[in-house]
């Protein structure tokens, strides 16, 4: 049921718009289940540069959310320097020929928005979200910055300014210094593209030049490597006629061959103990790898995750922080993103501060314990039905506000080549069985393909060598 | 407690939910000849608000939405906060507040997670400094359900032995943690520079406090807190108001206040001594800075005014202090500053995280922003570009059913009137640039603001000299 067509094969489909649904339905429904189902409008248009357009109408508020995706990543930086596709990122609001440096946030402000950007492993976002009247000079700014940038050397020293002291506020003088999504990737994963650190060292930083800039900008930032999507107070024909005026004239720019950076589970499990030095209550992260995108397992592997760690219910709280009483909390992710938002090697992460009366041996083992069960017995009716509700109500939750809304579907675009996979989604999770969550525990959630950093305070490290020191003739 | 994870992105800034403030560029930048004028904005959508209060004291508002098939529930409960903790029992409202699911008289802690799941929701509670706030949400169809769920946890939390003694040990395993963190230490101690011995200036909790916490205690702050004629619940979603405002009814009508209510709290001195604190972090690779002062309540004056003033100087990428201190310096990740309003006090405060190198140089810009707030008119076109900047900041937050439930709930527990809401754009229009200067002077004024380092003292401290005597405090 899960599609695995690749992006490159759905361009061809894109040429026309598809018009998918017919918008969200607020007729006083009969059945509860009819009450509880929305489907998102999603209209797809493909410029003749390439650049993919997607209009997600609603007039319930005289407001746009507008998400433009480019299709590269920090697996993508060139080698020698770590953390170039966020330092670039930044530089997308450094300005332009046409619109200096200050102009953008200037005009955002001035039109009632906000603005953002991000950096994932697989693509890069800038979102935008404002009363419908600055519809128009959002997307031009949009336009302009994919034309070109303003080259120039004294921001791109003022950004490798701020970029050290996001990582020195986030990491370095944080306790840890995000171990369980930086450190705990290095370790599980073989390839380079996969197990660098997308922050970046502050080495690689500096060297960054304004080739690089150039080059990077070249090769990966053009209407082609790009999604464009609009949710709120603009109609289809509307949102198409502005998509063509602003970057219509874009010319499509060469981008890259692709990289393999597939890699397979891991066959033994990698484990690493470190100290930190500002934490004061220890902490464990274990990381599995997951199932590709695309995968009949992606459905079913969301389905197990709530089913361990989707909130207070979940077996991991019930039977870790609650239950056995070792862990203070449990939180899991998947890499940065969602289980719906990668497209290429990627962690199931647990996440979870423990109490020092235990240690991560016994937490691991009750972990165990949990999969165990679930691989033997399954999951009962009534707890699948459950899970799936939850899931399906945490689905449009996230699609609620129009910025994330039109973030999701450019995220959608990008990574499987289909916005409207935004409804199906429900169907998918809908259709997993207890067999399917059983499979994909005893497939993913092994110990082989086990990845465990166990994060101790410097002092707690300590203790125990000097007390065996002093133990000793 | 709470992990956040959300690196990577440009700044750490919550473009969701609440009425965010922003600010402007400080050398202007000329637009460009090509880009395209804004439209004609839209009439302005004001919130309609169906209100009922039944007949013991509880005030239900609706307001039904056509958005996703979800209904969303706040419970706010005034005076029930951290100002109603005692002063040898600070954050006790939190604990009270995470202990309320955590088992009723007829479900446990695990039944009600589960019923929360089954519904496609959630519920949960956390205490501000002025009340409780429960918040809940359900699919449409499960509305009724969450409701029932919603009363029970409010009005029969069990506070079982076995979950109080588990939060007890989480909380001061959690309270170890949090420590770790500059930004908590310097948040306690800016907060006590702030309001003294004020209820508000003791909000985080301490070990001592969290040891002397029992479930009896619990059940009698419970008991003396909740009552229905100082709450308020307010719905939003897909719901009409008659069936909302009956199933309210089903599930609350027979609450019953006991005793007397809690007194309202005195007021938190309007200025206080400045205070100047280093806060000891060996090994420190950044210097945390903080600043403030007294500020103004919700419902002071001069409260719109004062919200404009914080958009200008210090709230979002183009605000003064952080064009100066991140766009134009390169000293910090962020930058911020402003005011933050509750029901009998408020707090003026700003700062950023910086490199150790550039400590004393972005406190001098800190000063020297707060200095010119206070002393020029800021120029017409940034008055008018924030203006609609914070209108914008409102239609885009009131998008979302369940922010407009709580910024609903939130300003009735800091005393603002329903209608607050839907008259902040107009009334944000008419204020000038001659009462953005004087907010400025008064609350702004670069001699009255405390500060409060967190930092290494050997890297940092020949850089505070000069300004002024700074005391130290070891960790």
């Known amino acids: 049921m899960i599609q695995t067509t690749r992006r490159a094969v759905l361009g061809a489909l894109g040429a026309a718009a598809l018009a998918l649904t017919s918008g969200p339905s607020f007729a006083a429904p009969a059945a509860a289940a009819r009450a509880d ?390 169907g998918w999770i809908e259709s997993v069985t207890s067999a399917d969550v059983q499979r994909v525990a005893a497939t993913y959630l092994t110990r082989a393909n086990r990845s465990v950093i166990d994060r101790k305070p410097a002092a707690m490290l300590a203790a125990p060598a000097a007390a065996k020191a002093a133990s000793q003739p | 407690m709470k992990t956040r994870l959300s690196p990577i992105t440009r700044a750490g800034l919550a473009l969701s939910a609440t009425l965010a403030l922003a600010g402007t560029a400080l050398a202007a930048p000329e637009l460009p000849a090509e880009l395209p004028p804004f439209g004609k904005d839209k009439p302005l959508v004001v919130p309609k608000i169906t209100q009922t209060t039944l007949p013991n004291g509880l005030q239900v508002w609706v307001v039904p939405r056509n958005g996703i098939p979800r209904v969303d529930f706040v419970l706010a409960v005034r005076g029930a906060g951290l100002g109603a903790d005692a002063p040898d029992a600070p954050g006790r409202a939190k604990l009270l507040a995470g202990l309320l699911s955590e088992g009723t008289a007829t479900r446990s802690s695990r039944q009600i997670a589960e019923a929360a799941q089954a519904m496609g929701g959630g519920v949960g509670a956390a205490a501000s400094n002025d009340g409780i706030r429960i ?139 400045v205070q100047r604190l280093l806060l000891e972090r060996p090994g420190s690779v950044q210097a945390t800075l903080r600043l403030g002062r007294p500020g103004m309540a919700a419902s002071g004056d001069e409260q719109v005014a004062l919200r404009l003033t914080s958009a200008i100087l210090g709230t979002g990428f183009s605000s003064r202090v952080n064009i100066n201190l991140r766009e134009e310096k390169g000293y910090t990740y962020g930058a911020r500053a402003g005011g933050v309003s509750w029901r009998v006090g408020g707090a003026i405060t700003g700062g950023a995280d910086v490199r150790n190198e550039v400590t004393g140089a972005a406190m001098t810009e800190y000063l020297k922003e707060y200095r010119r707030i206070g002393t020029e008119p800021v120029p017409e076109a940034e008055m008018a570009m924030n203006k609609r900047y914070m209108a914008g900041s409102y239609l885009v937050s009131t998008q979302l059913q369940g922010s407009l439930g709580q910024q609903l709930a939130g300003n009735w527990l800091v005393g603002l009137p329903a209608d607050f809401l839907g008259k902040f754009v107009p009334a944000l229009q008419k204020v000038t640039a001659a009462e953005v200067q004087a907010v400025g002077k008064k609350y702004f004024n670069p001699d009255e603001q405390s500060w409060v380092v967190v930092g290494d003292a050997e890297k940092i401290g020949e850089q505070l000299k000069a300004f002024g005597e700074f005391k130290v405090v070891k960790p």
Do not use: C
């Open chain 1, 37 to 426: 189902r929305w489907d998102v409008p999603v209209h797809v248009k493909k410029l003749d540069n390439g650049l993919t357009v997607i209009i997600s109408p609603d007039p319930s508020s005289p407001t746009v959310g507008i998400s433009v995706v480019y299709k590269v990543g920090m697996r993508l930086e060139p080698r020698n320097r770590t953390g170039f596709a966020h330092l670039f990122e930044h530089l997308m609001f450094q300005g332009t020929p046409k619109a200096p440096k200050g102009v953008f946030d200037k005009v955002i402000t001035s039109g009632g928005g906000n603005n953002n950007g991000s950096t994932r492993a697989d693509f890069t976002n800038y979102i935008e979200t404002a009363p419908s009247s600055a519809l128009d000079a959002m997307l031009w700014l949009e336009a302009d910055r994919m034309t070109t940038l303003d080259f120039n050397a004294a921001t791109l020293k003022n950004q490798q300014d701020v970029v050290k002291e996001e990582i020195r506020v986030n990491v370095q003088n944080q306790p840890y210094g995000g171990f369980m999504w930086i450190d705990i990737g290095g370790l599980a994963f073989d390839k380079w593209e996969n197990k660098h650190d997308g922050y970046g060292s502050f080495v690689d930083l500096e060297n960054a030049n304004l080739d690089d800039v150039r080059a990077f900008h070249r090769d990966f930032y053009g209407p082609n490597n790009a999604v464009l999507s609009i949710a709120g107070d603009v109609t289809p024909a509307q949102g198409f006629a502005l998509a063509q005026k602003y970057f219509g004239k874009i010319p499509a720019r060469p981008t890259p061959k692709p990289t393999d950076f597939s890699e397979g589970l891991n066959t033994a499990e990698r484990r690493l103990t470190q100290s930190d030095k500002l934490a004061q209550v220890p902490a464990i992260a274990a990381a599995w790898k997951l199932p590709e995108r695309g995968s009949r397992d992606q459905a079913p592997f969301a389905v197990l995750g709530q089913l361990l760690a989707g909130g207070d219910a979940s077996r991991l709280y019930q039977g870790l922080v609650k239950g056995r009483e070792l862990a203070l909390n449990v939180s899991s992710f998947y890499g940065l993103t969602s289980i719906w938002e990668y497209d290429g090697p990627t962690l199931f992460t647990l996440f979870a501060l423990y109490k020092p009366t235990t240690n991560a041996d016994v937490l691991l083992g009750a972990i165990d314990e949990e999969v165990a069960r679930i691989v033997k017995d399954g999951v009962d009716d009534a707890t699948l039905k459950n899970l799936k509700t939850a899931l399906l109500a945490d689905w449009y939750n996230d699609l609620e506000m129009f910025l994330r809304r039109a973030d999701r579907l450019a995220k959608l675009q990008a990574l499987w080549g289909d916005a409207s996979v935004v409804n199906k989604v429900p």
């Open chain 2, 135 to 273: 918040s809940a949400n359900a699919l449409a169809s499960r509305a009724g359900d969450m409701m029932q769920l919603l009363a029970d946890v409010a009005r029969r939390p069990a506070f079982p032995e076995g979950e109080v003694q588990l939060a007890k040990a989480n909380a001061l395993q959690g309270l170890k943690a949090s420590g770790a963190q500059p930004g908590f230490r310097a948040a306690k101690a800016l907060d006590g520079a702030i309001y003294g011995d004020h209820a508000y200036g003791r909000t985080q909790e301490t070990e001592a406090a969290i040891t002397a916490l029992t479930a009896e205690g619990l059940r009698a702050e419970h008991a003396r807190r909740f009552r229905p004629d100082h709450a308020l619940l307010v719905i939003t979603g897909r719901i009409d108001a008659a069936k909302a405002t009956q199933l309210a009814r089903e599930a609350f009508g027979d609450w019953k206040a006991t005793g007397e209510p809690l007194p309202e709290l005195a007021a938190p001195p309007a200025t206080m001594p």
